[in-house]
């Protein structure tokens, strides 16, 4: 009987190890991250002070149902952009980032998730090699370009480049540390 077991036990273990999410290594984006703010405010530099990522406006606005709605007595009655438009990375104090089967699954921890299919897939075109991920689409307002970049220290560069139609280009970056889990 213990000659059946044997045999039984390592072919369900290489059954859940085919099923299980890749294991996160040192030379790879696979792994779960945490947001290291100083480094990112650093990188960032004077682009932050100049523009904010929740919804393209400076007006006062209270949100409502989803919808961005004045305040009462404020200068503007106008307000524009969706309230929270802007992608989760830069949203997000943590992420986890794993490959299901060829698809990118991004976690953004109290945010969303978000799976990309490598190639152009509805206007969405993703790259990815083991240290690059890359993503870009299109909208009716904007150009969306998203990289995540293994940096040679082993940090996760994540760059946001917003093309709003008729105005300049925004960059925004992240840097993300390993988690202790993946320590």
Same mark, same amino acid.
């Given at each position: ?8 036990? *390592? ?32 990188? #960032?530099?004077?682009?932050s002070k100049k523009y904010s990522f929740r919804g393209f406006t400076n007006t006062p606005s209270v949100v409502v149902g989803s919808l961005p709605t004045p305040i009462p007595g404020s200068s503007s009655s106008k307000v524009s ?10 949203? *997000? ?21 978000? #799976? ?55 960059? #925004? ?11």
């Amino acid at each position: 009987m213990p000659t059946v077991r044997l045999p039984l036990i *390592c072919a369900a273990s290489a059954l859940l190890a085919g099923l299980l999410p890749h294991v996160a290594t040192a030379d790879t984006l696979l792994g779960n991250w945490v947001l290291n703010q100083e480094l990112s405010r650093e990188l #960032q530099g004077a682009n932050s002070k100049k523009y904010s990522f929740r919804g393209f406006t400076n007006t006062p606005s209270v949100v409502v149902g989803s919808l961005p709605t004045p305040i009462p007595g404020s200068s503007s009655s106008k307000v524009s952009g969706a309230p929270n438009n802007d992608p989760l990375v830069l949203r *997000c104090m943590e992420m986890t980032v794993e490959l299901v089967g060829e698809d990118i699954l991004l976690t953004y921890v109290g945010f969303g998730t978000e #799976q990309l299919k490598q190639g152009n897939v509805r206007g969405t075109k993703t790259t990815y090699k083991s240290r690059k991920l890359t993503s870009r689409y299109e909208t009716t307002s904007r150009k969306v370009t998203k990289t995540f970049e293994l940096t040679k220290e082993g940090r996760l560069h994540a760059t946001v480049k917003l093309k709003p139609n008729k105005s300049k280009t925004l960059v #925004q970056h992240r840097i993300f540390e390993r988690s202790s889990l993946d320590r």
